[in-house]
């Protein structure tokens, strides 16, 4: 089956956007919760993996403690990736059972091509990021800083209209990234569809529901950040409660016509 | 330095204008614009709490 190639976001007739209220979050994250209870270990290890690289990158910040700033909002510009096999386990609950990490490699396998060229964006900007933001603040902190508490010292206390100019770029970033992936990810997961088409529909989709999307932007940052407070151990909890939370989020979102846009079958998933 | 910073948000904001008129988005711009005042609050609250947290002054 060919991939939809089209210049704008997915044709009207084979995808409606839903308009929702803020208050839907809180469904999603319910929802989310209950993924996570029933399926277990397999979410867990989700969360355990991507507390265990937190971990890494603060050890790694502390030798470096310029790019801690940098790798903290990098993380969250490649969480979206990262949840691709808790999307395909909230999938496979959703059509009445409960997998494991067999369905979670075959995501990464099958899913791993349509989402290379995706995948590799995100990471591209995540980078950009990092070495844009080293360098400002490279720039801007005039003083020596030897440790990073020290660094955090001096960011907090400082009026530089530099430190007020790298937050607004750093909002305008995370921003269009958010835009741009809040539903690419299964999106192109599910359907057989360009990521050019994918990324347009997901700008479309926000755009329609700028404030549940602001209130769901929330949500991720303030789970990211409590799991930032409690020494990166949050993530084995928020990460996965975020991750399912999300494909219910492009569930809710995302009206699509199976004749138009047909998803792509679980034998197509393993023929792949 | 305060040019390049100001020429990388116009950059930033070129980017948002062309992904918007590509996806046909036409409240794009009130979604970024949320977008940021309410991180651009988010921030504020967050540092107060670290400074109140390490007590820095």
New interface residues.
């Given amino acids: 089956m060919p991939a939809i190639e089209c210049?704008?976001?997915l044709p009207a007739n084979a995808f409606r956007i839903r308009q929702l209220p803020p208050g839907r979050v809180l469904a999603w994250l319910a929802s989310g919760w209950r993924d996570m209870r029933a399926i277990g270990w397999p979410s867990y290890l989700h969360g355990l993996f991507v507390c265990l690289v937190g971990i890494a990158l603060a050890l790694l910040s502390l030798e470096a403690s310029l790019l801690v700033l940098g790798l903290a909002s990098a993380f969250v510009l490649v969480g979206p990736f990262l949840a691709t096999g808790l999307y395909a386990l909230s999938r496979r609950r959703e059509r009445g059972s409960v997998g494991g990490l067999d369905i979670v490699v075959l995501a990464w396998r099958c899913a791993g091509r349509r989402l290379l060229a995706f995948n590799l964006l995100l990471l591209g900007a995540a980078l950009a990021w990092v070495a844009?933001s080293a360098l400002?603040l490279g720039?801007?902190v005039n003083v020596e800083t030897t440790s990073l508490?020290a660094l955090?010292?001096y960011v907090?206390?400082q009026d530089s209209?530099?430190f007020l100019?790298?937050?607004?770029?750093g909002?305008?970033?995370?921003?269009?990234v958010?835009?741009?992936s809040v539903i690419t990810i299964p999106l192109l997961m599910e359907r057989d569809v360009s990521t050019r088409s994918a990324i347009?529909?997901s700008?479309?989709t926000?755009?329609?529901n700028?404030?549940t999307?602001?209130v769901w932007?929330?949500c991720i940052?303030a789970a990211t950040?409590a799991s930032l407070a409690t020494g990166m151990l949050g993530f084995i909890l928020l990460y996965p409660l975020i991750g399912h939370a999300s494909w219910h989020a492009y569930r809710d979102l995302a009206e699509i016509d199976d004749q138009e846009l047909p998803q792509i079958t679980d034998d197509q998933f393993e023929n792949h | 330095?305060?040019w390049g910073?100001?020429g990388?948000?116009g950059y930033?904001?070129f980017?948002?204008w062309n992904?918007?008129r590509?996806?046909?988005?036409?409240?794009?711009g009130?979604?970024?614009l949320?977008?940021?005042l309410?991180?651009?609050m988010?921030?504020f609250i967050?540092?107060s709490v670290?400074?109140w947290l390490?007590e820095?002054?």
């Fill in positions: 210049e704008g976001p844009i400002l720039l801007f508490p955090l010292r907090l206390t209209v530099h100019q790298w937050t607004v770029l909002s305008l970033v995370a921003a269009t958010f835009a741009c347009l529909t700008v479309r926000v755009s329609e700028p404030l999307m602001v932007a929330i940052a950040a | 330095m305060t910073l100001t990388l948000i930033m904001l980017i948002i992904l918007a590509k996806s046909n988005a036409g409240r794009f009130t979604f970024i949320f977008f940021v309410a991180f651009g988010l921030g967050a540092k670290i400074q390490f820095i002054d």
